[in-house]
């Protein structure tokens, strides 16, 4: 089992693109996570999805958009690129009260 | 909503000693706290966790104690080895489905 996959592992974006991060996982679970981690900050929630059909906003949704498209996969949006969303990307399953994490997309937005 | 503080930010060690990483929480109502393990590169992993109904629980070289009263609980790591170096983040929530709230993060060095 691969357990939570991201791709891509690195992306270089400029001001104003558009992308998306996409995240599968192949454990069943129900609830699937998007965080970013940025020096000093932790681990900060962006969106997240209790089932499939349903998404809710974290702590920093503003500029993100995310699809549930089915169990499987979680995908995250960004629409209009800023600097400020450079970080790194985690996607991550929840179930039983623990978060099993993907290796992570490193975003740089120049 | 929950807040968790977590320090320090850093923490070196010599290789063989004992870590000790701080975490507190604001809502009385967080009854699970999880820890995870960060490598470089990677994503964080679940090292150990507590419920509120218990005071310590151990796992080898590893160790979390909970004080609900004073609301804060702590990662105790003995006999610390090079491969302990990593960055360390405490949570809290209550059980069930509802989202963890993640510390800040502690970065340990174990210096050989």
């Known amino acids: 089992n691969a357990g939570v996959t991201q791709t891509p592992k690195f992306q270089v974006l400029k001001t104003g693109q558009s992308m998306t991060l996409q995240c599968a996982q192949d454990?069943?679970?129900?609830?699937m996570y998007w965080y970013r981690q940025d020096p000093g900050m932790g681990l900060r929630l962006i969106y997240y999805?209790?089932?499939?059909?349903?998404?809710d906003k974290g702590e920093v949704p503003n500029g993100y958009n995310v699809s549930r498209l089915n169990k499987r996969e979680f995908s995250l949006r960004l629409e209009s690129a800023a600097p400020s969303q450079t970080s790194v990307y985690f996607c991550?399953?929840?179930?039983?009260?623990?978060?099993?994490f993907g290796p992570g997309t490193r975003l740089t937005v120049l | 909503g929950e807040n968790v503080e977590q320090h320090p930010s850093t923490l070196s060690v010599q290789e063989g000693d004992s870590a000790v990483i701080k975490c507190t929480y604001s809502?009385?109502?967080?009854?699970?706290f999880p820890w995870y393990k960060q490598e470089l590169g990677k994503g964080p992993q679940l090292i150990i966790d507590?419920?509120?109904?218990?005071g310590e629980k151990k796992d080898q070289r590893i160790a979390v104690t909970l004080n609900k009263t004073a609301k804060h609980f702590s990662l105790h790591i003995t006999e610390t080895q090079p491969e302990d170096s990593a960055v360390y983040f405490c949570?809290?929530?209550?059980?069930?489905?509802?989202?963890?709230?993640f510390g800040k993060g502690t970065r340990l060095s174990v210096i050989a």
């Open positions: 991550a399953t929840y179930q039983l009260n623990t978060q099993y």
């Open positions: 454990m069943n679970h129900n609830s």
């Open positions: 999805s209790a089932s499939e059909g349903t998404t």
């Open positions: 809502d009385s109502a967080s009854n699970y």
């Open positions: 507590i419920r509120s109904n218990v």
């Open positions: 949570a809290a929530s209550m059980t069930g489905n509802t989202p963890l709230v």
